[in-house]
């Protein structure tokens, strides 16, 4: 009895030394794990945090821009041409137009780097030794095209002398900022010797200053002149293309959830759309580009490059989105308001347009508006109809070839000139970066504002 | 211009049907003191419906015709002697220049005496023309809505009829979706067919090598062999889930089970703000700065790392992956009964214990789903692979070298090129056939583990 007692007491002391020993295992074990999940969360943090800084820290120099100011002389020595054609009695708008058209071709034919290249030379220091092709090699090859329109535009300004502001060229920006490595020999450099003494010279007598850069806001693409490359053409073609999205995915998108939640019979064929929609969500993006590129392109001949092509392209894919999310919404109305309202005599129709409807419009707007922010984001499936293209104009239609800001950004990275594009692809992104945050803020606001008064 | 008009034009006969059929129904409420079936606002749509779909089509017929008929009027008022002499480009240019005096414009130079008189022709004929479809829409418009507003008695069910076209409407609506997969298979598949005339299926599907000849002529095509694509495809994959599995599904753990609120509340949409992010964006943030430092932390521990590699793709790719992984997998926890938690906590096990041995198991086939989920939208990513996988299109097996998958081989082979002629372009849609079908059978595969799930605790 004794020994017994003794024997259990002693196996509970040992039990208690053995858990004891095993606690501190499992404690341990605890707080590794609950380090793994911390260290988990800080390291997915940590990669938004990254991204986001790497993104601003890129981008940020490719919002200003070197500009130089110039002071343009209109020679007449130089501009030798016709003065301007005016309209005659009885001549129609044809023939007046290709007069005009006759007169602009004959000044394009002009040498107007002549032009540029007095009036550099006129900032230079006196007596400068710099041959022709160096001298414009500082100024935006654009340049020239800007003083002509301004003569077309105003063609009194012959033998006149103006203030004008250029961009210096992408060469002479990444001397300026450093882009590349100063101490590199002539052979390793863009520019020539002389071209980077007299930029250091501008740069010092205030010819050349920094200012922010509206060019990347108010300019479309260019190739021939990289610093005065913009994103006005893509971001309206993105415009455009968002417009048809929203003007066709929320309608159809919203009726083809009302009628698959409050009317469709449960029926083979409902069953069949219902299992496509969840489909259609999680088809590749790029399977989308190349239905437009089989169907809108090829077989019903729409124009390629165009924002309607990539707009109902995008349609198709926002679609299931919108669909599902509406039919969440509507699956969330309380059976009490539909009862109330069939109750009071209403038609199922009448049940759904205007009461239930109206309820889930908040949940609705959201969806359309995240659904939006996707498309808007989105650069495979415009890659396959086209719109890679390069277009340096304003779409004024959905028709015009245009691009889009992200394929923008696609074209800008594979951009040769690395040193002076990776900065303006990367401000590129901010700006959409931008805009999604914004919509998505949209959403958020008026999420919490409409939820709370419904 | 015209179609303004047109346009406007219906819209007034829209606001007339509706005004006559709304005024009707009350004169009938007020006068005779019958009960009227319908609201006078269903009255309204019924007349404006009837009135505007007759209208509807005499305009959309002469839209689909116009054209034709335009352009053989202008055709044949050429003479006969000039047209013979006139090439297609000719034609055309002459039909041009018709046109533009017709339009009042004028044309730059001389004018030829036939070109006169066919302007002014075409512009007698584009005003008859005009005014013929107009009062042809107008008569059609009107006759139906009198014969709508006739039928308008207080018995006649107007919204019963309404609501039948509003269902019709919304029926068309939900077609589009059936429509546009209709659009993806049948394009996919007519293409791939097309592909596979050129190019057996067996070399296609078991092939080892490809290298399309993008410049090539009839006869030499090029190898089109799937399977470097295929393994570079599930090389990023896998390594994408990697990085993506771990860290997603510790932070859905960690969000769910253990951090505070406030901490949840801060932490889940800043790590949902990654699946907002557009690809490209990864992309070029792969491009630019993953790649470069993978390859030169490699060469700091001897490893020769190329920085546009399957390494680099997969990492990012797991990086845009992880809040896809890790709000699934926090759903999917939550979902688990709060007693099964308890009943383990009761027995004595830790937070730990309790979520490796009875949360994570309890949850496994729905975060197994989350998983395959995540898998098919790894292997149907395009853009980061495009920027930052170095696009070689070569069967090995190791990470640290550029790859290929198939989404961007489909990208290198359309590109600006829509005439589908040979198997270099066609290929794309062989290839995209591949990428449908395998991300299909994984999704519905993970639908289906995912619901078989939910159902257990039901």
């Known amino acids: ?454 | 211009m015209n179609s303004l008009v047109i346009a406007g034009l219906l819209l007034v006969l829209l606001g007339v049907a509706y005004q006559s059929g709304w005024s009707r129904s009350r004169a009938l409420a007020t006068t005779n003191g019958v009960k009227v079936h319908s609201r006078p606002q269903y009255h309204g749509s019924y007349v404006a419906i009837w009135a505007l779909v007759p209208a509807l089509l005499v305009v959309g017929l002469w839209a689909w015709l116009g054209d034709g008929i335009t352009h053989n009027f202008i055709v044949s008022q050429i003479p006969v002697e000039t047209l013979q002499s006139l090439d297609q480009t000719g034609l055309n240019a002459t039909i041009g220049r018709i046109n533009a005096l017709a339009s009042g414009y004028g044309v730059a130079g001389e004018v030829l005496p036939y070109e006169q008189t066919a302007g002014d022709a075409l512009r007698s004929f584009q005003f008859i023309t005009f005014l013929v479809v107009i009062g042809a829409a107008a008569v059609a418009g009107v006759a139906a809505l009198l014969y709508a507003r006739s039928r308008i008695t207080a018995r006649h069910r107007a919204r019963n009829a309404v609501e039948r076209v509003i269902n019709i409407a919304l029926l068309a609506c939900s077609a589009v979706a059936i429509l546009t997969t209709v659009g993806i298979v049948a394009s996919l598949v007519t293409e791939a067919i097309r592909f596979f005339s050129f190019i057996s299926p067996l070399d296609f599907f078991f092939g080892t090598v490809w290298n399309p000849n993008n410049a090539g002529s009839a006869g030499n095509w090029g190898s089109y062999g799937l399977l470097p694509l295929l393994v570079g495809t599930l090389m990023i994959t896998a390594i994408a889930m990697l990085v993506a599995v771990p860290v997603g599904l510790m932070a859905a753990i960690y969000l769910s089970q253990y951090a505070h609120r406030n901490l949840r509340a801060v932490a889940k949409p800043i790590i949902e703000i990654l699946a907002g992010i557009p690809t490209i964006v990864f992309g070029f943030f792969a491009l630019v700065t993953v790649g470069p430092f993978l390859r030169d932390a490699g060469n700091l521990v001897g490893l020769d790392i190329n920085a546009t590699s399957a390494l680099t793709a997969g990492v990012v790719m797991g990086i845009m992956i992880i809040p896809f992984v890790s709000s699934l997998s926090d759903d999917i926890l939550n979902q688990v009964p709060r007693t099964l938690r308890d009943g383990a906590y009761g027995l004595g096990a830790t937070k730990s214990e309790t979520i490796r041995n009875v949360l994570l198991p309890a949850a496994l086939p729905g975060i197994v789903g989350a998983f395959l989920l995540a898998v098919s939208r790894a292997v149907g990513e395009t853009m980061i692979v495009v920027l930052a996988a170095g696009n070689a299109p070569v069967l090995r097996g190791n990470p640290f070298e550029p790859v290929a998958t198939i989404t961007v081989s489909i990208v290198n082979q359309l590109t600006g090129d829509t005439d589908f002629a040979g198997p270099q372009s066609l290929v794309g849609f062989a290839l995209g056939l591949t990428l449908f079908v395998i991300t299909l059978c994984l999704n519905i595969f993970a639908l289906y583990i995912v619901r078989r799930f939910r159902e257990q605790y039901e």
């Not at chain 1, 894919?317 to 009071?344: D, E, F, K, N, Y």
């Not at chain 1, 293209?389 to 923008?408: E, G, H, I, M, S």
């Not at chain 1, 990367?426 to 008064?453: F, Q």
């Open chain 1, 1 to 454: 009895m004794a020994t017994d007692t003794l024997s259990t007491s002693q196996a509970s002391v040992e039990r208690t030394r053995l858990i004891r020993a095993s606690l501190r295992k499992r404690h341990l074990s605890e707080a590794i794990f609950r380090v793994l999940g911390l260290a988990a969360i800080i390291l997915a943090l940590g990669f938004v945090a990254l991204l986001f800084v790497d993104i601003v820290r890129k981008g940020a120099p490719a919002f200003t821009q070197s500009n130089l100011h110039l002071a343009v002389t209109f020679d007449p020595a130089l501009i030798k041409a016709d003065p301007a054609p005016v309209r005659a009695e009885g001549q129609s708008d044809a023939d007046f137009q290709a007069a005009n058209l006759k007169w602009q071709r004959d000044l394009a034919l002009l040498n107007w780097n002549k032009v540029i290249e007095a009036s550099l030379r006129a900032a230079a220091p006196a007596g400068y030794d710099i041959d022709t092709k160096e001298i414009l090699s500082i100024a935006e090859t654009d340049a020239r095209h800007e003083v002509r329109e301004m003569f077309v535009a105003d063609p009194t300004l012959l033998g006149k002398t103006v203030d004008v502001d250029v961009l210096a060229s992408a060469n002479a920006v990444n001397w300026i900022r450093g882009n590349i490595d100063r101490s590199l020999g002539d052979a390793q450099q863009q520019l020539s010797a002389p071209a980077r003494a007299l930029i250091d010279e501008f740069v010092a007598n205030g010819t050349i200053t920094n200012g922010f850069a509206w060019s990347i806001f108010t300019n479309v693409d260019s190739r021939a002149a990289p610093a005065s490359a913009g994103l006005l053409g893509a971001f309206v073609g993105t415009l455009w293309m968002m417009l048809i999205v929203i003007f066709l995915a929320v309608p159809i998108g919203v009726a083809s959830a009302i009628y698959l939640e409050e009317f469709a019979p449960k029926s083979r064929l409902t069953d069949f759309i219902e299992v496509n929609i969840n489909n259609l969500a999680a088809v590749p993006s790029i399977v989308f580009g190349l239905l437009g590129a089989a169907v809108f392109i090829n077989y019903m001949h729409l124009p390629i490059s165009a924002p309607i092509v990539g707009g109902l392209v995008l349609t198709l894919m926002t679609l299931p989105t919108i669909i599902i999310a509406t039919r969440g919404a509507l699956l969330g109305v309380s059976p009490a308001l539909r009862q109330a309202a069939l109750g009071m005599g209403a038609s199922k129709t009448q049940m759904v347009f205007h009461h239930v409807l109206p309820v889930t419009f908040p949940s609705i707007l959201t969806a359309t508006i995240l659904g939006v922010a996707h498309a808007l984001g989105e650069t495979a499936p415009l890659l396959l109809i086209g719109m890679k293209a390069f277009v340096a104009a304003v779409p004024a239609t959905p028709l015009d070839q245009a691009t889009a800001l992200p394929v923008q950004i696609y074209l800008w990275q594979g951009n040769e000139n690395r040193n002076f594009f990776e900065p303006r692809t990367a401000a590129a992104i901010m700006v959409l970066l931008l805009v999604m945050i914004c919509l998505n803020g949209v959403a958020i606001y008026l999420r919490s504002r409409l939820e709370k008064r419904a």
